[in-house]
Nanobody, 119 residues
Framework: QVQLQESGPGLVKPSQTLSLTCFVS??????????WTWIRQSPGKGLEWLGI???????YYNPSLKSRTSVDRDIDKNQFSLQLTSVTPDDTAVYFC???????????WGQGTQVTVSS
């Protein structure tokens, strides 16, 4: 059974870069049929899809955040990461790493990590 675990700072200052890592166990991030996704949920808002990296390393981003978002991976460590630049308090949210069984079946979720943007 695959397990995902987010890791990163809980507090980031405005204008800085938010960096999170997702550690994956029980399944390879380079395996076929799956992609690896970042999703967030802000207070009072629904889920927001941020970006994805596929088994061949292709990346796709939410158009509204594309200029600030980067998803990468380390196959040897079986982990993938999120970077969100120039953060503002609006980026305060719980961030989830998620496995997607293509297409559009988000079948395994990390527990989520709270990130607060504040000075």
């Amino acid at each position: 059974q695959v397990q995902l675990q987010e890791s990163g700072p809980g507090l980031v200052k405005p204008s800085q870069t938010l960096s999170l890592t997702c550690f994956v166990s029980g399944g390879s991030i380079s395996g076929n049929f799956y992609a690896w996704t970042w999703i967030r949920q802000s207070p009072g808002k629904g889920l927001e899809w941020l970006g994805i990296i596929t088994s061949d390393g292709s990346t796709y981003y939410n158009p509204s955040l594309k200029s600030r978002t980067s998803v990468d991976r380390d196959i040897d460590k079986n982990q993938f990461s999120l970077q969100l630049t120039s953060v503002t308090p609006d980026d305060t949210a719980v961030y989830f790493c998620v496995r997607e069984l293509l297409p559009s079946c988000f079948d395994s979720w990390g527990q989520g990590t709270q990130v607060t943007v504040s000075s």
